[in-house]
């Protein structure tokens, strides 16, 4: 079957560094995606990887190893604002994506 | 530019009722989607439109039904409420579905109860 897994919750503190990781097994594989969700609010479009490596953006970085079914989300310089889920989606064979239930994040002054 | 629109941002709904949940876009995309949220689990599909006049079934479609007369619009009906269709459901919407890093912009959803 198609599986997303990542953690429930985490907790950082401001100024810091945090590594939000996210296994997958799917159908195909047509690239991964990371998403910020506030609380009450939609889904946000965060990076998306289709090959091996990181990518960088900003403060928030993405890492991708295809052979291993592993992808990480990098937020460094953590500020308060980035308190929110953050969602890893992979798009299966059929362009599909499937979600993980997402991380809590949970920053600390 | 607005982007997704939902209507209604709430509502409560007696078991039994009917109800359409209506989602807008202006972003000329051809690809629309239904999800609902609830917690502890990912986003699950619903229904979905690749293009005007088509529509197809997600993970979780019984209990509702979808049109997509055109571009714009893509409402999603739920014939006869229950009360596990009690959730947050989001509209979004994408350029070209089946295309690899299409990517998807969610609308702001809307709560539903259902009593």
């Known amino acids: 079957g198609q599986n997303i897994d990542q953690p429930t919750e985490m907790t950082a503190t401001e100024g810091a560094i945090v590594q939000i990781n996210c296994t997958y097994q799917t159908s195909g594989f047509n690239g991964l995606f990371w998403y910020q969700q506030h609380a009450g609010e939609a889904p946000t479009f965060l990076s998306y990887?289709?090959l091996d490596g990181l990518e960088e953006k900003g403060r928030f970085s993405s890492f991708l190893s295809r052979s291993k079914g592993y992808s990480y989300l990098l937020l460094k310089e953590l500020q308060m604002k980035d308190s929110a889920s953050y969602l890893c989606a992979c798009m299966d064979s059929n362009y599909q994506l499937i979600w993980g239930a997402g991380t809590k994040l949970i920053i600390k002054p | 530019t607005a982007g997704i629109t939902q209507a209604p941002t709430s509502q409560i709904l007696a078991a039994g009722r009917s109800m359409t949940l209506r989602c807008t876009q202006d972003?000329?995309?051809?690809?629309m989607y239904w999800y609902r949220q609830d917690l502890g689990l990912g986003l699950r599909l619903i229904h979905y439109?690749?293009?005007?006049?088509?529509?197809g079934k997600g993970e979780v479609p019984d209990g509702y039904s979808v049109s997509r007369a055109n571009t714009d619009d893509f409402p999603l009906t739920l014939a006869s409420a229950v009360p596990s269709q009690t959730s947050v459901y989001f509209c979004?919407?994408?350029?070209?579905?089946?295309?690899?890093?299409?990517?998807?912009?969610f609308g702001p959803g809307t709560r539903l109860t259902v009593l």
């Open positions: 990887n289709v």
């Open positions: 979004a919407s994408s350029a070209d579905s089946g295309t690899r890093g299409d990517t998807q912009y």
């Open positions: 439109s690749n293009t005007a006049g088509t529509t």
């Open positions: 972003m000329r995309h051809n690809a």
